[in-house]
């Protein structure tokens, strides 16, 4: 062997030491490239355990180059670096819904009206006969799922007499879940379901005693018959289908979605139903990360659908965008549970194993990660049995593949999961159908539906999600509300709070936790360096917030690839992508936005309009009570009786708050909380006086009582302080303002019928003063009343 020429080996030295050297050098390189974006002034939650707080990030060609102290970060602007000052504003990363049907929701999201949010019966009846009177034929109004009676007031879904009241014409189909679904007679018609329709298989076409359809059909607990009667409706032709789903993705950017897994689901064919956003796609035009699972469409042909697709398709096909995700959520249909709590739980037919082992095996053989809609233990035990026959000869691991919703899941479950390196995700059905399930499980069963907690701390790969749109809504900050507080969206509370998870916890499982769910670990989830640059400013401080308000949540800037997407408020001037308007111009999406976003737009003057009139014909009654009070009240009738002509200043105190309130309530400035507790206050005045006098004073008090003829005297005279000063601190303090109001009212009413009984007097000055003051007393009865309808109204509008 010869030995290297000296001068060669010192060339290849120095060679090898620049390599070495511009190596070692490259992380720090791109940490100090002139970044494209610096945002400053935030107040950032970046759940990296490493660095769990900054104020400034540094963006690069849509990543994170950055993230830290505002003097680490603003020195490396450059002069083409942009800057935004947040204004102190708590930030997080960017939402990820691990379960979410947004390319078939995205294709109809135009079409619907969308009652997610929406707290009244009243006020969704309101929106659907406003939409009615738009829509022209043969369009549908269809309101598809998202929302529960349970969120209404009422607590009742609206009756087929109703919608037909309102749509006569104009075919109506309202889902509610997946449990049923309300067709007015113009969409009877349209459907052509008549008294010799065939009753489908799983589920019923309500009838009348002559065999008619009413309009109700019923999932029992199969929904095909909810599916195929939606889709016999019309479909947007495919430039409006484009808009739809950008406006769908619009409305996900409002609320801080920056990522979705799709689920495929029912009628969503591939890849004929995926132009759309494969065209958007192409386009550059998406404004949410999604990956996408295939779904097969077809009982009996699952196994020819899945050889087809893994010859055809390739698993992450595609970008940081849109990528493909492998299978589900609907492998086969034998093993369908169907997640309808009305019903019985169903029992999967014995062929449910050895199909879904064909399926399974050729998924394992390729590589193809899968995931299962699973509602109830039982399927998941059945399905593990499958899972783990096919691991002992082609291994599951590394597959990331899981089960989705999982609501009675066992421990011994979760074991055989996690050893086979599986996952599940969960969604937030429960917080749309735990009432349901409790009337039919009971409240204990339903503590751990699913067992998110437990879950977690046996070290088991969940994430979470929304299973959005027709089983939940799309909203993000429902589901974690449902996370932290415990509660459905009708109130209940579904789970203690040993089974609900912090703040933090329950944000991981929107962000950090799905990154294996898609195999993007690492890549996105959390705000740091190296990870895609997508982010949300809520509108309020996710940590700081009420429990309560936790689902009210909306964006004020949703960032993408360190791209606006969306901006309101004090960032609206800095978005620049908003799609052009809804189409077809009749739509929904145009009128009345999406969860809750009739709030804000053209739809809800109507609303307002109707509200208007209301205060108008308050503000007339306050004001024809506070003319009556403008008269002076009478001198005290007889000689005990100064103790009441002492306390005359005080009523007359009393008179001048029932004025202030009449004036305040006509006027704009009522929104002024400290304005509202003075009126108020004087209003009460008259009555802590009162209650104060005779504490102090209580032989005074007992001698009024004997005076008008009441025992006993000394119990009466106690509990009118107590009634007085108590109802006083109640319309005061706001804590059950009506009660207090409402207690003051019976009050003041019994009491002007024992002492000013001017119909049993002659006819004279007495009569006359007293009759005065009997009128008087009742206009202050008409004031409490009209604070506690007050109050209620707007505990019913909150």
């Known amino acids: 062997m010869s030995t290297p020429d000296p001068q060669r080996r010192q060339l290849l030295g120095a060679l090898g030491a620049f390599a070495a050297t511009s190596l070692a050098s490259t992380p720090t390189m791109a940490n100090t490239q002139t970044p494209d974006l610096i945002l400053r002034n935030g107040r950032f939650t970046t759940l990296d355990r490493a660095n769990p707080t900054a104020d400034a990030v540094a963006i690069k060609d849509g990543r994170y180059t950055r993230v830290g102290r505002a003097e680490d970060v603003l020195p490396l602007a450059g002069p083409s670096t942009r800057v935004i000052d947040l204004q102190g504003q708590r930030v997080l990363p960017g939402l990820i819904d691990n ?10 999201y135009n079409m619907e009206l969308r009652w997610d949010g929406v707290r009244s019966l009243a006020d969704a009846m309101g929106m659907l006969k406003r939409q009615v009177a738009i829509t022209p034929a043969p369009q549908w109004v269809r309101v598809v799922g998202g929302f529960t009676e349970h969120q209404f007031v009422e607590k009742r879904l609206p009756t087929i007499a109703e919608l037909n009241a309102v749509a006569p014409d104009t075919p109506v189909f309202i889902l509610h879940l997946y449990d049923r679904a309300l067709l007015n007679g113009a969409a009877l018609r349209a459907v052509g379901y008549t008294r010799d329709t065939p009753a489908p298989h799983g589920g019923e076409i309500v009838r009348d005693a002559a065999g008619n359809p009413t309009g109700l059909l019923l999932a029992k607990p199969n929904a095909a018959i909810l599916y195929a009667t939606l889709a016999k409706g019309p479909k947007l032709p495919f430039d409006y289908q484009l808009n739809s789903t950008r406006h769908f993705m619009r409305e996900l950017n409002r609320l801080g979605v920056t990522g979705a897994l799709d689920a495929g689901g029912g009628f969503q ?3 004929d139903d995926y132009a759309v956003i494969q065209k958007l796609a192409d386009d550059g035009q998406l404004t949410i990360r999604l990956a996408y699972n295939l779904f097969t469409q077809k009982a009996k042909e699952e196994k020819a659908d899945f050889l087809n697709w893994t010859k055809t398709s390739r698993y992450k096909q595609g970008d940081d965008y849109f990528r493909h995700n492998g299978a589900g959520e609907m492998l086969v249909f034998s093993a369908a549970d169907f997640e309808d709590f009305r019903e019985p ?22 590589r193809w990660p899968w995931r299962m809609h699973a509602t109830y233990d039982e399927t998941i035990s059945r399905s593990l049995d499958v899972f783990e026959k096919v691991d002992k000869d082609t291994p599951l691991a590394g597959l990331n593949w899981f089960f989705d919703h999982a609501e009675t899941i066992s421990e011994e479950s979760m074991d055989r ?14 917080a749309y159908q735990g009432e349901y399930f409790v009337e039919r499980y009971g409240a204990g069963a339903a503590e751990a539906t699913p067992p998110v907690k437990k879950m977690l701390e046996r070290g088991l790969k969940v994430s979470a999600g929304t299973d959005a749109t027709r089983v939940a809504s799309y909203n993000p900050w429902v589901s974690l509300s449902w996370l932290v507080t415990g509660k459905t969206v009708g109130g209940m509370q579904l789970y203690p709070q040993r089974n609900c998870l912090d703040r933090e916890g329950a944000l991981r499982m929107w962000t950090e936790n799905v990154t294996w769910f898609s195999n993007e670990e690492g890549k996105k989830g959390r705000i740091q360096a190296g990870q895609l640059a997508d982010l949300v400013v809520p509108d309020r401080d ?9 689902a009210d949540i ?14 309101a408020g004090r960032f609206a001037s800095l978005d620049e992508g908003a799609p052009p308007p809804a189409m077809p111009d009749w739509s929904p999406a145009r009128t009345f936005g999406g969860y809750a976003g009739w709030a804000d737009t053209p739809g809800r003057a109507w609303c307002r309009r109707r509200a208007d009139a209301e205060g108008h014909a308050q503000r007339r009654c306050v004001v024809r009570l506070r003319q009556r009070l403008q008269r002076a009240w009478p001198q005290p009738r007889d000689g005990l009786e100064q103790q009441a002509a002492d306390r005359r200043p005080q009523e007359l105190l009393g008179r001048a708050g029932l004025r202030l309130l009449g004036g305040v309530m006509a006027m704009r400035w009522t929104t002024s909380s400290a304005v509202r507790w003075i009126a108020l206050l004087l209003l009460c005045a008259a009555y802590l006086q009162g209650g104060l006098n005779k504490a102090m004073d ?33 319309i005061l303090a706001g804590f059950w303002r009506w009660l207090g109001a409402l207690a003051l009212a019976g009050f003041t009413l019994m009491a002007t019928f024992v002492a000013l009984r001017f119909w049993e007097m002659p006819l004279g000055h007495e009569r006359f003063m007293a009759a005065n003051s009997f009128f008087e007393h009742l206009g202050l009865v008409g004031g409490f009343v009209l604070v506690a309808w007050l109050d209620l109204k707007e505990r019913h509008d909150d």
């Open 269 to 271: 064919n591939y890849p």
């Open 417 to 430: 999961i996690a050893a086979l390196g599986g996952g599940v995700a969960v969604q937030h059905r429960m």
């Open 99 to 108: 379960h979410l049907h947004i390319i078939r929701g995205g294709l109809n």
């Open 345 to 366: 739980r169903p029992e999967m037919g014995p062929e449910m194993e050895g199909e879904l082992e064909e399926v399974v095996r050729i998924l394992a053989q390729n």
């Open 542 to 550: 996710y940590f700081g917030c009420a429990e309560s308000e936790i």
């Open 554 to 567: 909306t964006a004020l800037l949703t960032m993408v690839g360190g791209k606006v997407v969306y901006g």
């Open 698 to 730: 209580f032989d005074a008090a007992i001698a009024e009582m004997n005076h008008f003829g009441l025992s006993p005297a000394g119990p009466l005279a106690a509990a009118v302080i107590v009634l007085e000063l108590g109802a006083a601190a109640l």
